[in-house]
């Protein structure tokens, strides 16, 4: 089933002000993101903004812009709006692509959307990668994610979970081998139809514990499709470090 790209993408960043315009080996950093998703399938790739710098920036290049509202709390919020302007159907499907990810890897782009197309039981999916290291399992910035034998969200969550109740690490300070904890990889697919619901549904309390806007959707029982990454996953880009750090490897 044919998919869309939307990359929301803000000037205003706590860490890095104008993160999205900033230059990456001689390309900005919102440009190269689009450039990876265009290699993916989707039909359409969209860079979501409300800002008219990244506006004209992306016009430039041309990528299709969609301005939004500059109130939104989230990105989903933001998704939803682009798929109302649109007048998306229900049942099309869409993909959030971070906008500071400027070395994420079309397969996964499009592993994401067909998961979500052959698991007709899911209002969203998702993807994940194994946790090997002791000190990423108890750092509450690492996302933990546990799904069931069909491949279905049970939680997400900062705190380590699974926890082995026997220990978690060897004299490596590596995973124990009967542990398998999944990081969450921030890519989502979706169906309009879940992302229309659910700017309609209330802050979820495991949400605002948690600060995960993936658990609204569990809280409103509907289906997470969970699986590992084809590719590995870059980490996105929050720091002057991080951008430096790209700028090396693509330069």
């Known amino acids: 089933m044919p998919f869309i790209v939307i990359i929301p993408a803000r000037y205003e960043s706590t860490r890095l002000p104008g ?20 290699k993916s399938g989707a039909s359409r790739v969209i860079i979501a903004t409300d800002d008219e710098r990244i506006k004209q920036a992306a016009s430039d ?16 919020d933001r998704l939803q709006e682009v798929a109302n302007i649109l007048a998306l159907k229900g049942d099309q499907l869409v993909v959030n692509v971070q906008g500071d990810e400027p070395l994420i890897p079309p397969a996964v782009i499009d592993q994401v959307a067909n998961n979500l197309a052959s698991n007709p039981s899911a209002g969203v999916s998702t993807l994940s990668e194994p946790i090997t290291d002791i000190m990423a399992f108890r750092d509450p910035n690492v996302v933990k994610v546990v799904a069931n034998n069909q491949g279905m969200a049970n939680y997400f969550s900062r705190a380590s979970i699974p926890w082995p109740r026997d220990g978690a690490q060897d004299d490596s300070n590596n995973m124990a081998s009967a542990v398998s904890p999944r990081r969450h990889i921030g890519i989502y697919a979706y169906r309009v139809s879940q992302l229309n619901a659910f700017v309609a549904w209330p802050v979820a309390p495991t949400e605002r514990s948690e600060s ?40």
């Open 212 to 251: 995960l806007e993936q658990l609204r959707f569990l809280w409103n029982d509907v289906a997470i499709h969970v699986e590992d990454a084809i590719e590995q996953v870059p980490g996105g880009i929050d720091t002057e470090q991080d951008l430096e750090a790209t700028a090396l490897l693509l330069s």
């Open 19 to 38: 993160k999205p315009l900033k230059d990456i080996a001689g390309t900005s950093m919102i440009q190269r993101v689009w450039q990876q998703a265009s």
């Open 61 to 76: 290049f041309g990528a299709e812009v969609c301005m939004t509202r500059d109130d939104h709390v989230s990105g989903t």
